[in-house]
Nanobody
Framework: VQLVESGGGLVQAGGSLRLSCTTS????????MGWYRQAPGKQRELVAS???????HYSDFVKGRFTISRDDAKDTVYLQMNNLEPDDTAVYFC?????????????WGQGTQVTVST
């Protein structure tokens, strides 16, 4: 299973970026997908998730600014990030949870850097 993120970069505060994560080697439309982030010196944290069948979930610090979506025909999950703040600076990771006997298998992308300047 491979997850490949793209779309990170440098943006000024108040700007927007859209991250993409394309998967291969897995049955995408069965997977719960998520975006996590990790800032220097901090633990990795959930940003948003979208199940195979259900409503998206957002962490409080991105509600109203970020939108997660998925295109099952393209095996891709997106994270639209608006009104970015310097505290959003982090490496953003795509996560796939593939159903397996007894639970889930977790897969991760390599991460994409998002830097928000003041």
């Amino acid at each position: 299973v491979q997850l490949v993120e793209s779309g990170g970069g440098l943006v000024q505060a108040g700007g927007s970026l859209r991250l993409s994560c394309t998967t291969s080697g897995t049955i995408f439309d069965r997977n719960d997908m998520g975006w996590y982030r990790q800032a220097p010196g901090k633990q990795r944290e959930l940003v948003a998730s979208i199940p195979a069948d259900g409503a998206p979930h957002y962490s409080d610090f991105v509600k109203g600014r970020f939108t997660i979506s998925r295109d099952d025909a393209k095996d891709t999950v997106y994270l639209q990030m608006n009104n970015l703040e310097p505290d959003d600076t982090a490496v953003y990771f795509c996560n796939a949870q593939e159903p397996a006997r007894g639970g889930y298998l977790d897969f991760w992308g390599q991460g994409t850097q998002v830097t928000v300047s003041t």
